[in-house]
């Protein structure tokens, strides 16, 4: 990275922390440096949004207020609190995560950057995150946001999926942390590229503290930065889902422990775009006797790389089968995990 790109990430520190003095969001997890609350926010954050994130985090924390208390719960409760998140492989990389911690730290979160980062489910990203806000470290937690700031102020045209650039824009940043603000300015840099350099739209360029150093918003580059790939076409699936009743109780299916939503609860479905008829037929074959048809609905669902175009049937079935788990709307509603793809035919029970 050319000496003069380096000097104007240099100048963000002075310019950013008094602007996060007074501009910072008060949200829970900046209440606090304890590195526990600060990971879970950090893994909470990931692909979901802040307002998302707070009642989620709020109340994972009353059910789960410590690092043991966490590696010691049930799958089932784990992924009660996690529901509607998504992403479910972050909540299973918390727990292996926690386990670990007391398993090979003793229970105590441990303090530097490569210990953090040898944790199941903790990148580079999250392992700077928390190395800086709570142990005052010069690790940079470089994000979207984060390079999408920094390519914006030194107008840096080089693809971002590179990890050439991002290595070299962690190596800047790093080498420009103030001592004792460590934290301070990772969160600004967060702070700046959630509220004002935003990702979708153009940004509120009048009211950045960087604006007067800033080769983006001189030279009105700012909406063709960052560099990124085209994003490859999201793949389509049609499914039928079988929302099956039966003496009061609900059928649900237990997905594979590889792939998508690993080791989740599911409401039997099959691909593909069946008919009432041929619905009903495959109950049959499945050992069930004839089947009433009471509902049907579809809905869309779309996760990072597929999307689902689901028809879904409720049927009163006779007799329940031994291959499926039988549960009670109550058990559905309080106790178990529900993938949020299935959750939106629950309005049919």
């Known amino acids: 990275m050319e000496e003069t790109i380096q000097k104007q990430i240099a100048r963000l520190p002075e310019a950013l922390l008094a602007w996060y003095e007074k501009n910072?969001?008060?949200?829970?997890?900046?209440?606090?440096?304890d590195p526990y609350r600060v990971w879970l926010s950090e893994i909470m954050l990931q692909q979901t949004r802040v307002e998302a994130v707070k009642q989620y985090y709020t109340r994972f924390l009353n059910a789960l207020p410590t690092i043991s208390a966490l590696a010691a719960a049930p799958d089932d409760q784990l992924f009660k609190l996690w529901e509607g998140l998504g992403y479910y492989t972050r909540a299973k990389n918390l727990k292996k995560a926690a386990i670990t911690i007391v398993e090979k730290f003793g229970g105590v979160f441990p303090r530097t950057y490569e210990d953090i980062l040898s944790l199941p489910g903790v990148g580079d990203y999250t392992a700077g995150a928390v190395a800086s806000i709570c142990f005052n470290l010069p690790t940079p937690a470089v994000d979207g946001n984060v390079l999408r700031v920094v390519t914006r102020i030194t107008e840096l045209f080089a693809p971002i999926h590179q990890p050439a650039v991002k290595k070299e824009i962690s190596r800047a940043l790093a080498a420009c942390y103030p001592k004792g603000r460590c934290g301070d300015f990772t969160q600004s840099l967060m702070e700046l590229g959630a509220t004002v350099c935003i990702p979708n739209g153009a940004p509120n360029c009048s009211v950045c503290p960087a604006n007067g150093f800033c080769r983006a918003y001189a030279n009105g580059t700012q909406l063709a930065l960052p560099v990124r790939p085209a994003k490859a076409a999201r793949k389509k699936e049609k499914r039928t889902v079988f929302l099956l009743k039966c003496g009061g109780k609900i059928a649900l299916n237990k997905r594979p422990e590889q792939g998508l939503l690993a080791g989740m609860w599911e409401l039997p479905n099959v691909l593909g775009a069946l008919t009432v008829n041929q619905a009903a037929s495959m109950?049959?074959?499945?050992?069930?006797?004839?089947?009433?048809?009471?509902?049907?609905?579809?809905?869309?669902?779309?996760?990072?790389?597929?999307?689902?175009?689901?028809?879904?049937?409720?049927?009163?079935?006779?007799?329940?089968?031994?291959?499926?788990?039988?549960?009670?709307?109550?058990?559905?509603?309080?106790?178990?995990?529900?993938?949020?793809?299935?959750?939106?035919?629950l309005e049919l029970i």
């Open 283 to 345: 109950l049959e074959e499945e050992g069930f006797a004839p089947a009433d048809i009471l509902q049907s609905a579809k809905r869309k669902h779309i996760f990072t790389h597929i999307e689902w175009d689901m028809t879904c049937y409720c049927f009163m079935v006779k007799n329940n089968v031994n291959s499926l788990t039988w549960v009670t709307q109550d058990q559905l509603l309080n106790e178990i995990a529900l993938p949020t793809a299935f959750k939106k035919f």
């Open 24 to 33: 910072a969001r008060p949200l829970p997890w900046r209440e606090t440096t």
